[in-house]
């Protein structure tokens, strides 16, 4: 992180652009990576106290299921939002659409319709 310190066009920049020194910025965005990397330990862990108990599973999916329904419209404008604007993200949905129909598309064999 500490490229910023070290570009000399890079300092300028950041100097004019944020009114701050670069030092203070790379401090700030080490910190972001530590409060980052902090959180997806906590998720994780608590992802596994989850999935132990098979109640609090359920619980979790229920939860999840009324926070949706009860957010629907607000994740949808995000989504098409995100959608409309990052194209990475376009690129991902439309190869997973693409992939998706391709799927669907298949005849179903004798195997597959025994699984179900």
Known sequence: M???IENPHMYNFVADT???KPEEINSLLIWRAKYLEKKREYNRRYQEKIHQNEESLEASKMKSREWFQNNKARVAARQKCKYEYDEEYRRRVAEYTKKYNNKKKQPRTEESLSDN
């Open 2 to 4: 500490a490229v910023i």
């Open 18 to 20: 944020f009114n701050a």
